[in-house]
């Protein structure tokens, strides 16, 4: 929760009189509000919630500090009317603002001036009891695919792996899904986001299980990749480079490292294997009150690793026909390496 004194220094950074919040993550970071459908007008002398009358008392109860307005149907007037009172003429607004919105702000506030504010850095370095919500959560999905592994075989269906890993994670604790459960055998393990249909588990199939838990609204997200039965040498060698990559990373990771970096080291490790070509997409990205958040560890981020940043380690490589291996664990950055969040064991499993 953000008191005057950080809501200034946030404003100050992105040179704007007041900022208008509208994603629910950043809602509830912000203010501690678990509800929807509502939004924050920050100033550097007064924040506020504004809401409906379904969640008044609740905004009431849970947004420590902040003044609750509520402006059912009026909400480009009502933010007008706060924007007068605190003589804010520069307005920080979110990129997901929709087009109708900024219409309807324009037409409440012709002579304000808007930019984009990223409050969603704001949610980047994890406080202790966010790190110890998303390793709760991570020990959830652990515990949810512990308990299916006996269920794995030949038969099954994915979907059917995918029902009883998903209601697992709910009986183990899981308010929910973190995305939607990646459950890929055999030739559909080549494809990165290959989610469960009715293809039937077979012998010699690689099965990709991406999937996470979620804990008092953090996430987590852990992919472990399973053999049936006997498999080719080419499968086992795949397994094993996907797994001494991610070792080979994790024993890299730190505060201090640039994110980009850290997905090159990735890229030339599997290129010692000849297994570059095979890696698709980003090493990683850090998870939170939403399953993707930042900083990203791809090419295209620059961003210094500090500690408090979560991230996910999850080397992939995907060989069209022949079906492809993910392993991926999530970690909190540490001054001199990591800790691992998801424990479980990413050793070679064959059912």
């Known amino acids: ?182 459950v890929a055998s055999g030739w559909r393990s080549a494809y990165p986001h290959g989610t469960a249909t009715d293809k039937r588990i077979e012998e010699g199939d690689l099965i990709t299980f991406d999937f996470g838990a979620i804990y008092q609204g953090y996430h987590s997200d852990i992919t472990r990749t399973v053999a049936v039965g006997a498999i080719t040498e080419r499968q086992r060698f795949l397994y094993d480079s996907v797994l001494e990559c991610v070792l080979h990373i994790e024993g890299l990771l730190k505060a201090g490292e640039r994110a980009c970096d850290i997905d090159q080291k990735a890229r030339e490790f599997l290129k010692t294997k000849e297994l570059d070509q095979y890696f698709t997409h980003a090493l990683g990205h850090s998870v939170g009150l939403e399953i993707h958040e930042t900083p990203v560890l791809a090419p295209r981020d620059k961003t210094v690793l500090a500690a408090g940043m979560i991230e996910t380690i999850e080397p992939g490589v995907y060989l069209p026909g022949i079906g492809g291996v993910r392993i991926e664990d999530t970690a909190a950055i540490q001054a001199n390496g990591i800790s691992i969040l998801t424990k479980f064991p990413k050793e070679f499993l064959c059912v």
């Open 1 to 182: 929760m953000l008191d005057l004194e950080k809501t200034a220094e946030f404003l100050r950074n992105d040179a704007v009189d007041a900022a208008f919040i509208q994603k629910d993550e950043n809602c509830r970071y912000i203010s501690g509000f678990t509800g929807s459908d509502s939004y924050l007008f920050l100033t550097e002398t007064e924040n506020y919630l504004l809401t409906d009358s379904r969640y008044t008392e609740q905004a009431k109860e849970e947004a420590k500090g902040f003044t609750v307005v509520e402006c059912a149907g009026r909400l480009a007037e009502t933010v007008a009317s706060l924007a007068e009172k605190h003589h804010a003429q520069k307005i920080g607004i979110e990129p997901v603002l929709t087009y109708r919105m900024y219409l309807a702000f324009h037409e409440a506030m012709p002579k304000a001036v808007f930019s984009f504010c990223e409050a969603d850095r704001l949610r980047q370095i994890k406080s202790e009891e966010e790190i110890a919500k998303i390793a709760e959560a991570c020990r959830i999905s652990d515990e949810g695919f512990r308990r299916i592994v006996s269920l794995i075989q030949r038969g099954k269906t994915e979907a059917e792996l995918r029902t009883a890993l998903e209601c697992a994670m709910m009986e183990a604790g899981s308010e929910g899904k973190s995305f939607d459960t990646i």
